[in-house]
């Protein structure tokens, strides 16, 4: 079982930014691919970001293409998120996923609120 510990949600004003953190211990972390996904109220859940591993294919919703930035540092078992330029329309629940191909199994941060005002 592979547990993820999100941090670094708030509430923040329009145009200000912050950055999510998420932690897995206990594993091997290079191995998976790592993303940030959330889910609006009324809203399905969403890809934002996705690395497949340091140095490989980074993907990103073109919503926040230019102003959000996935990086991860496998020494800390930890992957981050960059959030610039947040705009009200960012307010969401935010997700960490870890995918491991070898297994074909997802597994999931229990979430961390970003609030972003006008």
């Known amino acids: 079982q592979v547990q993820l510990e999100e941090s670094g949600g708030g509430l923040v004003q329009a145009g200000g930014s912050l950055r999510l953190s998420c932690a897995a211990p206990r594993v091997t972390f290079s191995r998976y691919a790592m993303s940030w996904h959330r889910q609006a109220p009324g809203k399905e859940r969403e890809l934002v970001a996705r690395?497949?591993?340091?140095?490989?294919?980074?993907t990103y919703a073109d919503s926040v293409k230019g102003r959000f930035t996935i990086s991860r540092d496998d020494a800390k078992n930890t992957v981050y998120l960059q959030m610039d330029n947040l705009k009200p329309e960012d307010t969401a629940v935010y997700y960490c996923n870890a995918f491991i191909s070898t297994y074909g199994m997802h597994y999931w941060g229990g979430g961390t609120l970003v609030t972003v005002s006008s």
């Open positions: 690395i497949i591993k340091t140095g490989g294919t980074i």
